[in-house]
Structure formats: C-alpha cells, structure tokens
C-alpha cells in the first residue's frame, strides 16, 4: 500500500529538513519553501494531509489556505499549523479557517508524529474505486 503522503509548507529550511527527516520515516514528505509555488504543486499532488507555517514571506498560512481548498479534492484534507507564532487570535483565526492542530515550534519528534497520525487520511482521489452499473 502507498504511503500517505504529507506537505510541509515553511520558509525555514533547517526546519523543513528537521520535519521531513522526523516525518519521512512513516509518510511521503514533500516539502515547499514557500507558498508561492503551491497550487502548481497540488496540479499535480494530491497530500494527504498539509503542514503549514504561519509566518512566511510573500504568502503565509493563512494565505495558503483558500489556494488548498479550491481544490476539490483538499476540501477536508486536514490541515495542520507548525508554528513559532503563538496568540490566542492567531489560534482562533486558524480553526475559523478549518485549521485542525496548531502546534506550537519548537516540538517533540514523538508530539509532532502523535498529532500528525491523530489526523492524516488518506485523500480519496488517491483511491482506485470502481463503479457498477
């Protein structure tokens, strides 16, 4: 069976190499410096869950978010906040925008792999399905 897939969006790339490696182990990691170059990749991926920074240059997780959910297949794909940025706004405006874990940098290995195995599925488009007439 194919791993599921998992996107990690951060302008910090000590900390996409940190997440991966962690992530890698049980997932398909992809990883993106930015958002600038998300919807070419979700023209052709289909992650299965997506880890967001929310402080980033040019797009941040906010931004990012109505880009992901204009996809008809990432309409419910979990999406998930790996953030140094803690404020209780922050927090409120993350889950109003559908946002499922905000978790706070820096984070344990076995914390990050716990929250991300309490919400990854795997996105139906990925299935073969068959129909019977």
Same mark, same amino acid.
């Given at each position: ?15 996409? =190499?940190? /997440?991966?490696? /962690?992530?890698?182990? /049980? ?19 289909? +992650? ?8 980033? +240059? ?15 297949? &990432?309409?419910?794909? +979990?999406? /998930? ?21 905000? #978790? ?10 716990? =929250?991300?195995?309490? &919400? #990854?599925?795997?996105? +139906? ?9």
């Amino acid at each position: 069976m194919e791993r599921l897939k998992v996107l990690c969006v951060d302008d910090n790339m000590y900390m996409l =190499k940190a /997440v991966s490696a /962690v992530l890698s182990g /049980v997932y398909d990691v992809s990883i993106l410096p930015d958002g600038t170059r998300l919807k070419e990749y979700l023209e052709r991926e289909t +992650p299965d869950l997506f880890l967001l920074d929310y402080y980033m +240059p040019v797009l941040n997780g906010f931004e990012l978010i109505p880009i992901i959910r204009e996809f008809p297949e &990432h309409r419910n794909t +979990p999406i /998930v906040f790996l953030t140094a940025i803690y404020n209780i706004e922050c927090v409120k405006q993350a889950i109003s925008l559908g946002v499922i874990e905000y #978790i706070v940098k820096p984070v344990s290995n076995e914390n990050l792999l716990a =929250k991300i195995a309490r &919400h #990854i599925v795997r996105n +139906p488009k990925n299935e073969i399905t068959s129909e019977m007439d």
